[in-house]
């Protein structure tokens, strides 16, 4: 709403979504917060020494562990301009990105052009902070968070009328299924075709009644974004033309593939001497 641009790392601007406020109406949180027991706690202090030792142990191999893996779910991406090269190094992203696609028939290559202009594929992007005085850095402009850059009140609607009532701005399955799901409802709502990604796009940064309105004609920079993520969807689209097949193969198929690979190399060797 104050006309941000959004969050690209590469091109280094920064920028969020904007969405048209969502009712918060029906949703409802399923955190709750547990106490510690007095008891499991007096039951600790009797544990022999040894056996506190090995939990202190388990306990810090155990933290070593989730900080290993959480570091390579969110290292940064050898390749993000290649949607082939992504759906190589994380084969789940293709999954999350094709079930989103059969889901609300709206295409990957479209929705990934989306996630990259937003926040190049970071799992915590946010809004860079505003400054006060210049210097001391102040409050973000804006909840939006995660792959979509998605407000914290769109999200809910999201998680209400969608059913993915657990999901997650920093999960990609969730953040495609997000995407998709808004870039239908602007098919829906304003009649936008699916390949018209520029279109869909400010719809998706404006909210559907700011684009209605031309609200995005009086931003020269979002303009520019919309112009890359169009042609990001279309350059997108013709890598996963050459790729998408390799992605759709059983395990056992790409065993028989790779085998294959290899008795031509032989078979061309023997030839060759």
């Not at 547990?34 to 040894?50: E, F, K, N, Q, V």
């Not at 993000?80 to 028939?105: L, N």
């Not at 909210?207 to 309105?213: A, E, I, M, V």
């Not at 112009?227 to 969807?233: A, L, P, R, T």
Request: charged share 25%; hydrophobic share 35%; proline share 3%.
């Amino acid at each position: 709403m104050n006309g941000k641009q959004p969050i690209n790392g590469k091109r280094n601007r920064a920028g969020l979504l904007r969405f048209s406020p969502a009712g918060r109406q029906g949703v409802r949180s399923d955190m709750r917060k547990t106490s510690a027991s007095a008891g499991s706690s007096r039951r600790s202090d009797s544990l022999p020494i040894s056996s506190l030792a090995l939990s202190c142990r388990l306990r810090d191999a155990c933290c070593g562990a989730l900080i290993v893996l959480g570091g390579c779910n969110s290292s940064p991406l050898a390749n993000p301009g290649d949607v082939c090269s992504i759906f190589t190094e994380r084969t789940s992203w293709y999954r999350a990105a094709k079930a989103a696609e059969e889901r609300w028939q709206t295409p990957i290559a479209l929705n990934m052009a989306i996630i990259y202009q937003e926040s190049s594929f970071r799992s915590r992007a946010r809004p860079a902070r505003e400054r006060s005085l210049w210097v001391f850095p102040g409050a973000r402009p804006s909840s939006a968070f995660g792959y979509a850059q998605a407000l914290e009140s769109t999200w809910q609607e999201y998680q209400l009328r969608s059913g993915n009532d657990s999901a997650s701005r920093s999960d990609f399955a969730d953040a495609v299924d997000f995407v998709a799901w808004y870039n239908a409802n602007s098919r829906r709502i304003s009649g936008i075709e699916a390949t018209d990604a520029r279109s869909l796009y400010f719809a998706y940064h404006e909210g559907n009644d700011g684009f209605q309105r031309g609200r995005h004609l009086r931003k020269r920079w979002l303009i520019q974004a919309a112009d890359q993520v169009q042609q990001n969807s279309e350059k997108f689209d013709r890598q996963l033309d050459g790729c998408w097949a390799e992605f759709e193969k059983s395990w056992f198929e790409k065993l028989l593939s790779s085998a294959g690979g290899q008795i031509d190399w032989k078979a061309a060797t023997r030839s060759v001497s």
